[in-house]
T-cell receptor, first 114, second 113 residues
């Protein structure tokens, strides 16, 4: 069965802290994605990676960075957390190199920055 | 700018009736469309997809219709069940090029028993 796991379901951090969100997939997928979901805005792509050590900016990369050192793991980093980064963060993975095919999502991390 | 739009934030339907969720897109390069369902505190799960070479795809109670000339797709659920109550997102991508999906803002479906 397809599995995408995220390190935390809920996280509370203070403004200015460095935050790491971890995502692991067990499907040997080439592509991995980080989204944030906010009410009325749907899912917005932050970064994606199509291979180890490769990354591409999505629609809203400002304030975030990513790391993909191993094929199964994709980390999202908030260098200095701010209150406007309070959101639900969703990780996804997909096989293949074309746009065809569904993405499989993890359960999400609800991050609150105070 | 939102390239995929779901203009109805919510929809309520009686159990057993048809639910119709709508989605519009602006980018004519989109060739592949998907619907996802999301329950609270869970990640979205894939429901059904359609490529641009088709105008209809059916999977059990779920049917997706694509009207390329109108840049419009819809999801029909027949018959609707209380367990279908969730937020539904439509998404689009190109078959070549970018790997990412463009999502709509979601429609919350409530099926009333």
């Amino acid at each position: 069965d397809v599995k995408v796991t995220q390190s935390s379901r809920y996280l509370v951090k203070r403004t200015g802290e460095k935050v790491f969100l971890e995502c692991v997939q067990d499907m040997d997928h080439e592509n991995m994605f980080w989204y944030r979901q906010d009410p009325g805005l749907g899912l917005r792509l932050i970064y994606f990676s199509y291979d180890v050590k490769m990354k591409e900016k999505g629609d809203i990369p400002e304030g975030y960075s990513v790391s993909r050192e191993k094929k199964e793991r994709f980390s999202l980093i908030l260098e200095s957390a701010s209150t406007n980064q309070t959101s639900m963060y969703l990780c996804a993975s997909r096989t293949g190199t074309q746009g065809f095919g569904e993405q499989y999502f993890g359960p999400g991390t609800r991050l609150t920055v105070t | 700018d939102q390239q995929v739009k779901q203009n109805s934030p919510s929809l309520s339907v009686q159990e057993g009736r048809i639910s119709i969720l709508n989605c519009d897109y602006t980018n004519s390069m989109f060739d592949y469309f998907l619907w996802y369902k999301k329950y609270p505190a869970e990640g979205p799960t894939f429901l059904i997809s359609i490529s641009s070479i088709k105008d209809k795809n059916e999977d059990g109670r779920f049917t997706v219709f694509l009207n390329k000339s109108a840049k419009h797709l819809s999801l029909h659920i027949v018959p609707s069940q209380p367990g279908d109550s969730a937020v539904y997102f439509c998404a689009a991508s190109g078959l070549t090029g970018a790997n990412n999906l463009f999502f709509g803002t979601g429609t919350r479906l409530t099926v009333i028993p």
